[in-house]
């Protein structure tokens, strides 16, 4: 059985997004990963271990409120690790 937190692809693709409209944003692997782990300990985890719960954990996910969340959250670690990036110059 594998357990699937169903917000963690959501964030990646948020992330690509926000930062198509960010242009001065670090698109480094680093950075990325540093703003997926913000955006993610700030939203609540949405785990899954069949597809029927994944089925489901994708119709919750189409609501506007819990993608405004997410893109809440997303935007808000790009600004934040785009202050203070991590990774080496």
Do not use: F
Request: proline share 6%; glycine share 2%.
């Amino acid at each position: 059985m594998l357990v699937k937190n169903m917000v963690e692809p959501m964030v990646w693709e948020t992330i690509k997004k926000v930062l198509d409209s960010k242009p001065e944003a670090c698109r480094c692997e680093k950075c990325q990963a540093d703003m997926a782990a913000y955006a993610l300990n700030k939203l609540p985890p949405k785990y899954v271990v069949s597809r029927k719960g994944e089925i489901i954990a994708r119709t919750v996910s189409l609501d506007n409120k819990y993608y405004i969340a997410v893109l809440v959250a997303v935007t808000e670690a790009v600004e934040v690790v785009s202050r203070q990036p991590r990774h080496e110059e």
